[in-house]
């Protein structure tokens, strides 16, 4: 069995490679759907959180909490010591009940940032320039330019991603062009 931890920054173009990956057959662990089920369905966790950041009852605004943490290191570092444990336990047993295939691919968006490397025989970095990357989440988000600027200042650079990884997968061409890039990478193994 081999793992392949897929990251890059916001808008790069991540969920198209694993969406690509699950309609070839692959299993992909989604970290942000771990993160999201922390704060929907573990009780714990929420509790924690709604505590934490002085939440009303009923079901927390992520909008809300979004606009929290970008804006206060502290506070993300804190939410962060609240739902990591909870997605690491998750992606750990996602791998222990799949260990009979061939390739497991783990989604984590923050993989370098939360230090989940260890998770992963090899890194796959989605590349594509912070241009593009701003334009992208522009539009994707429909968010203006200084919001879209601060939430990809609160996560690693794509560059240094780039550098530390060990495969990249580069987004700036054509659609065909990312999905011959994978079917390379799935063929070379």
Do not use: W
């Amino acid at each position: 069995m081999e793992i392949f931890g897929i990251t890059g920054s916001i808008a790069t173009g991540k969920s198209t490679v694993t969406n690509y990956l699950r309609d070839k057959g692959y299993l992909v662990v989604d970290s942000d759907k771990l993160a999201y089920d922390a704060l929907t369905i573990d009780q714990d966790c929420i509790n924690k959180t709604k505590t934490r950041f002085n939440l009303p009852e009923g079901k927390i605004d992520r909008k809300k909490l979004g606009k929290i943490i970008f804006n206060d290191k502290e506070a993300k570092a804190d939410l962060e010591k609240i739902i990591h444990p909870y997605v690491i336990s998750r992606i750990k047993k996602e791998i222990e009940d799949n260990r009979d295939l061939k390739y497991i691919f783990l989604d984590i968006p923050l993989l370098y940032e939360s230090k989940l490397e260890y998770l992963c025989d090899k890194v796959i970095v989605v590349y594509l320039s912070l241009e593009d990357e701003l334009k992208r989440l522009m539009e994707r988000d429909q968010i203006d330019e200084d919001y879209a600027k601060l939430i990809i200042a609160n996560q690693m650079s794509i560059e240094t991603k780039k550098e530390k990884a060990d495969i990249i997968l580069d987004n700036s061409g054509s659609l065909e062009n990312l999905y011959k890039q994978i079917e390379e990478l799935l063929k070379g193994r």
